[in-house]
């Protein structure tokens, strides 16, 4: 990696006295984030055999994993109070269906069809159904939340739109948003019509569900399907039969010892995005009573939605010894854990284009190279296409972003950034992603006043 290079244009790249260019980039148009928490009814999923640590120690290391995980910085985190939903003992989770069916006879005499099911089953589609079920019917309340906080609307009614147009001029030039805000109202109106309802539209949260499991009894009962499918499947058609149960068998023994050892960290993450169009603004509008009061019993009683835009589940393989106890063992946990869930944030961003982050330009050096302020925390890998980005800003002091250039990650150009779990530490570290351009427009430089976006 070309870090001393970096180092170099980063002292070049100054835009304020005394000021870095991270630092100075990181006010700019972003998705707005919310990250909410589904917890478990510890009792109930005990009872339903759906948990398969029970050790409390870990159990403990597994909640706090998410207290202590470091908020994406490539959106604008969108703090509001429903930060955790019980989500009780989700169905089909792939414990349940462990405690079901690994016990001994447990698939004799089951239907051929009935085995499929279950082999099906252990891949989370009914999982994600019944988690989804549970989201759904939290969206009235949380996106009441997200429009209480976008209007700083208070419980007799007060409310300010000064963080909202804040955030929205982040579209605008500093000259644009000072000339409105100084000259009529009018002027202010007009801004604010224009970029105050994208703003609200790009306002996303994301329902986790955290587990943590041992390989082990997943992966024989995954065998012990599959040798019993092969089984029933070679009765049907006695020719050959022998051979088949053997090949069969000894395919999923081979699979088996692969998978069997460590444990599994898994975040199943629903994203769902604010709705907010025409219709729904003039509703809001004719709630106002004064410019700086509404009337709450019609806000309270006006419905808002969450559109669910899609589900993942993200899953990463721990090697933690049932014996460890301690740091070592929180460290492993947490640290799992976290990847999972940027691996969960990685895979929305690739399934929906408009929840993909831009990334500011760190720095160019003089043989073409952009450093970008990601890494491996966001997924990247060698070869990873980008778009490169100009702001554009027309006569009315709105800025929009023109592609200008195609950037691909350089080989073992991906800055390591994994386990840096704070900004003060990225921020000494001083890190980036090398990419260099493979099309640009004509005459066009990549320059640290343009961004970077993610190609699918």
Not at 28 to 43: C, G
């Amino acid at each position: 990696m070309r870090k001393k290079f970096f180092l170099t244009a980063l002292a070049s790249v100054v835009m304020l006295s005394g000021v870095s260019a991270k630092k100075a980039t990181k006010e700019y148009q972003r998705p707005s984030l919310h990250m909410v928490l589904l917890t478990a009814d510890a009792e109930k999923a005990k009872n339903t055999g759906s948990i398969s640590i029970t050790d409390p120690e870990i159990m403990g290391y597994v909640s706090n994993s998410w207290k202590n995980y470091e908020f994406p910085s490539l959106y604008n985190e969108f703090k509001i109070p429903f930060k955790e939903a019980n989500a009780g003992a989700p169905k089909g989770s792939i414990m349940e269906l462990v405690n079901m069916y690994n016990k001994p006879g447990a698939l004799d005499n089951m239907q051929l069809d009935q085995m499929k099911a279950i082999l099906e089953m252990t891949k989370g589609k009914a999982y994600k159904e019944s988690i989804k079920h549970i989201t759904d019917s939290l969206s009235n309340e949380v996106a009441h939340q997200l429009v209480s906080k976008w209007w700083s609307i208070q419980e007799d009614g007060t409310c300010s739109d000064t963080l909202l147009f804040r955030l929205a001029c982040y579209s605008a030039t500093q000259n644009a948003a000072n000339d409105a805000a100084m000259t009529t109202m009018g002027a202010q109106t007009t801004l604010f019509n224009k970029l105050s309802g994208p703003t609200m539209n790009n306002t996303y949260v994301t329902f986790s569900k955290l587990d943590f499991y041992e390989n082990e009894p997943i992966a024989m009962l995954v065998k012990n399907l599959t040798i019993s499918i092969a089984t029933i499947a070679a009765s049907q058609s006695p020719m050959g039969a022998e051979l088949a149960i053997a090949g069969a068998t000894k395919g999923a023994e081979e699979l088996y010892n692969k998978t069997k050892e460590g444990y599994t960290a898994c975040a199943t993450t629903a994203l769902y995005k604010l709705n907010w169009n025409d219709s729904i603004a003039n509703e809001f509008y004719g709630l106002w009573k004064d410019g700086n009061h509404i009337d709450m019993e019609k806000f309270k009683a006006m419905k808002f939605e969450l559109v669910f835009m899609g589900m993942d589940n993200s899953t990463t393989t721990c090697f933690l010894k049932k014996e460890d106890k301690g740091q070592g063992a929180e460290h492993m946990v947490t640290k799992t854990i976290h990847k999972s869930l940027n691996k969960m944030l990685a895979a929305m961003q690739k399934q929906h284009e408009e929840f993909r982050p831009m990334v500011p330009v760190l720095g160019v050096d003089a043989d073409g190279f952009v450093f970008a302020d990601m890494g491996t925390k966001e997924s990247i890998v060698d070869g990873d296409k980008f778009s490169l980005l100009l702001p554009v800003t027309d006569a009315e002091g709105l800025t929009s972003y023109k592609t200008v250039g195609k950037l691909k990650v350089i080989k073992g150009g991906v800055y390591d950034n994994e386990n840096i779990d704070n900004a003060a530490e990225a921020d000494a570290n001083m890190g980036a992603t090398d990419l260099k351009g493979t099309k640009l427009s004509k005459n066009k430089k990549a320059t640290p006043s343009m961004f970077v976006k993610k190609q699918k």
